[in-house]
Nanobody, 122 residues
Framework: QVQLVESGGDLVQPGDSLRLSCATSGFTFSTTPMSWVRRDPRAGLRRHYVASINSAGDSTAYADSVKGRFIIARDNAKNMLYLQMNSLKPEDTAVYYC?????????????WGQGTQVTVSS
């Protein structure tokens, strides 16, 4: 069973940085492309794409809204996924989730973690 445990969220001020972590188990992490998505409860239930990384960790992609500020990375030896978030803005406020990329748009994926809350406010 896929298990995803996100951590690292906090209340920070605009311009601050945070590093999110995602501990994974239950699947072969080293061969699985991974993504971060986020959901702002104030804006509804839909999760929005943030960033993705291939299995080897040498190819990444980002939503336009975070490009140049966020960095996705992974450690296949530790089955860990990371999101370095720099120059945070109030609009980055959301609950952040990690998941295998193939599942982020799947209505059938039921193994979401609890997410980690990021709040950016002065």
């Amino acid at each position: 069973q896929v298990q995803l445990v996100e951590s690292g969220g906090d209340l920070v001020q605009p311009g601050d940085s945070l590093r999110l972590s995602c501990a994974t188990s239950g699947f072969t992490f080293s061969t699985t492309p991974m993504s971060w998505v986020r959901r702002d409860p104030r804006a509804g239930l839909r999760r929005h794409y943030v960033a993705s990384i291939n299995s080897a960790g040498d190819s990444t992609a980002y939503a336009d809204s975070v490009k140049g500020r966020f960095i996705i990375a992974r450690d296949n030896a530790k089955n860990m996924l990371y999101l370095q978030m720099n120059s945070l803005k109030p609009e980055d406020t959301a609950v952040y989730y990690c998941a295998p990329t193939r599942y982020i748009d799947s209505a059938k994926f039921a193994d979401w973690g609890q997410g980690t809350q990021v709040t950016v406010s002065s």
